[in-house]
T-cell receptor
Framework: EAQVTQNPRYLITVTGKKLTVTCSQN?????MSWYRQDPGLGLRQIYY???????DKGDVPEGYKVSRKEKRNFPLILESPSPNQTSLYFCASSFDRAYTDTQYFGPGTRLTVL | QQQVKQSPQSLIVQKGGISIINCAYENTAFDYFPWYQQFPGKGPALLIAIRPDVSEKKEGRFTISFNKSAKQFSLHIMDSQPGDSATYFC???????????FGQGTRLTINP
């Protein structure tokens, strides 16, 4: 089944404890992206990647890191999480960089930082 | 700065009624406008999309109306069903840009 998977789905952590949220897609998509969803703010892009070893900042990149060492994986790293990073996170992928290309979203990771 | 403004934040409609969600944008360079549907516990999924060279696009019970001069577009759900209860996001993007700009979302509830 074609899909985007994220792990973990739920995570409660404490301020300053480094964490990684994994994202993997099995559709051979070039383009991958991370969003956070907050009430009243919609979805905001954190980082995106147009291909292996090519990443760039989105609208809200502060406090986050990403890497793209393999085409299928795009992990999101929080080196020192803070309470304002409590949010619902989504990974998405699309076939290529065309702006009209459908983005396929993962199921989401709900993160709580205490 | 929110480049795409969506309203209302929440909407309750009776079964069989018409649900209408509105979006307004500021950047005239936007030229692709998709709508995404999100069910609880799931990621958003593309529902329908429109380019500004047409004023309306219909797919089944879902219609996008587009008003380029007013910089507004809207989603109409005809004969709304309880299964349509979800959060809906409008979005916009620009050729050459690598991202979608999303609206704030509308939580739609269809009462049986």
């Amino acid at each position: 089944e074609a899909q985007v998977t994220q792990n973990p789905r739920y995570l409660i952590t404490v301020t300053g404890k480094k964490l990684t949220v994994t994202c993997s897609q099995n559709m051979n998509h070039e383009y991958m992206s991370w969003y956070r969803q907050d009430p009243g703010l919609g979805l905001r892009q954190i980082y995106y990647s147009m291909n292996v070893e090519v990443t760039d900042k989105g609208d809200v990149p502060e406090g986050y890191k990403v890497s793209r060492k393999e085409k299928r994986n795009f992990p999101l790293i929080l080196e020192s999480p803070s309470p304002n990073q409590t949010s619902l996170y989504f990974c998405a992928s699309s076939f290529d960089r065309a702006y009209t290309d459908t983005q396929y979203f993962g199921p989401g990771t709900r993160l709580t930082v205490l | 700065q929110q480049q795409v403004k969506q309203s209302p934040q929440s909407l309750i409609v009776q079964k069989g009624g018409i649900s209408i969600i509105n979006c307004a944008y500021e950047n005239t360079a936007f030229d692709y406008f998709p709508w995404y549907q999100q069910f609880p516990g799931k990621g958003p999924a593309l529902l329908i999309a429109i380019r500004p060279d047409v004023s309306e696009k219909k797919e089944g019970r879902f219609t996008i109306s587009f008003n380029k001069s007013a910089k507004q577009f809207s989603l109409h759900i005809m004969d709304s069903q309880p299964g349509d209860s979800a959060t809906y996001f409008c979005a916009a993007s620009i050729a050459g840009a690598q991202k979608l700009v999303f609206g704030q979302g509308t939580r739609l509830t269809i009462n049986p």
